[in-house]
């Protein structure tokens, strides 16, 4: 018998490694030296923002809130297993990038805009977008501006080191305004700033503007938000580069918020759809059928645990920036993607 040794050869090394393929296919992921570190010192650290109602904010305790901070929640619950187990640590815009990229925190979860620029040369990767926003402007009610288009000479105050700052010079400059921008370094000066009436408008995302009339301001209604948007502003939590462990878990705790809310998966009914329901994704989700947790070098209850601390996408919203929250924003393009939104979860399988 003859036999075509090249064809032989050929055949017999791509089934090794369609072999290799399945058997690694099937192997527990490596977790990765952040999940080491994190593991070790019993805490996530998360960088925040230093005070933005909805979002991140602080109260008299000391206690954390906001749509940022429930995202450090989640993850901290689905890695360690307790959401209480975060350190949060305030950050300017100005140094939030530094804090994440020197190891100081482990995750930036502080309502920062994704862009091309951030994602190729800061060495930090970008995870999932958990609020889509865009750029805006507030001004007080007895100016009776009705458009961004007539602050033409006006002064609009600005916070620096910011996508906020680009994209009013750009603005003024395409619409030939001659905005006089008035630059802070940190958001509470900023805030202090238009209050007192060195601006006549505050320029930065909407959501932010929303949080800043509903905390600062003596009296709310006196201070308009103008219906022009400027610009697209995707905020979402950024890792460091060089841990793709980490970089999973995180990106994939946040779809699974999403998710779990597609599927009607909340915090009050996990623990009773984790025994009664017959839905294969449900049950994936939950760790009740397929273990997903040890792609990522976690257990399989890894969701459970992030859906029992803080709720799905849906309820970490109305929570804290929702219609019946104090900021009352919409929930608009940040709703699901099947109900006329943005937000589309891949699908954890």
Not at 102 to 121: K, Y
Not at 314 to 333: A, H, W
């Amino acid at each position: 018998m003859e036999i075509d040794l090249p064809t032989f050869v050929t055949k017999n090394m791509l089934g090794a490694l369609l072999a290799g393929l399945c058997m690694t296919a099937s192997l527990p992921a490596f977790a990765g030296k952040t999940l080491d570190a994190i593991k070790s010192r019993g805490q996530v650290i998360c960088g925040v923002n230093t005070g933005v109602a909805g979002f991140s904010a602080a109260d008299s305790s000391g206690n954390w809130s906001g749509l940022d901070i429930d995202i450090c929640k989640a993850v901290a619950a689905a890695t360690l297993g307790d959401a209480k187990k975060v350190k949060f640590v305030p950050l300017n815009a100005q140094q939030r990038f530094t804090a994440l990229q020197s190891g100081e925190v482990d995750v930036l979860s502080r309502n920062t805009t994704f862009s091309l620029s951030r994602d190729a040369s800061l060495g930090l990767h970008q995870t999932v977008v958990t609020y889509y926003d865009g750029q805006g402007f507030m001004v007080p009610a007895k100016f009776n501006i009705k458009s961004a288009k007539q602050l033409k000479g006006q002064t609009v105050c600005v916070q620096s080191g910011t996508t906020t700052e680009k994209n009013l010079s750009d603005y003024s400059r395409t619409h030939k305004l001659a905005i006089k921008p008035v630059v802070f370094e940190k958001f509470e000066a900023a805030n202090a700033a238009y209050f007192a009436g060195r601006c006549i408008a505050y320029t930065t995302d909407a959501s932010g503007l929303a949080s800043i009339r509903n905390k600062e301001a003596r009296t709310p209604a006196e201070h308009v938000i103008l219906p022009d948007l400027i610009s697209k502003e995707p905020l979402g939590p950024l890792v460091r580069r060089g841990d793709d462990e980490w970089f999973a878990i995180v990106k994939w705790v946040i779809y699974g918020l999403i998710e779990a809310e597609e599927y009607g998966m909340t915090q009050a009914n996990v623990d009773q759809l984790k025994t009664s329901t017959s839905d294969p994704v449900i049950q994936r989700i939950l760790g009740t059928t397929e273990d997903t947790g040890r792609l990522l070098g976690l257990d399989k209850e890894w969701m459970l645990r992030a859906l029992k601390a803080t709720g799905n996408y849906g309820e970490i919203f109305e929570r804290n920036v929702g219609p019946k929250s104090p900021l009352g924003l919409p929930r608009g393009v940040n709703n699901q993607w099947n109900k006329g939104g943005l937000m589309y979860a891949y699908p954890l399988r």
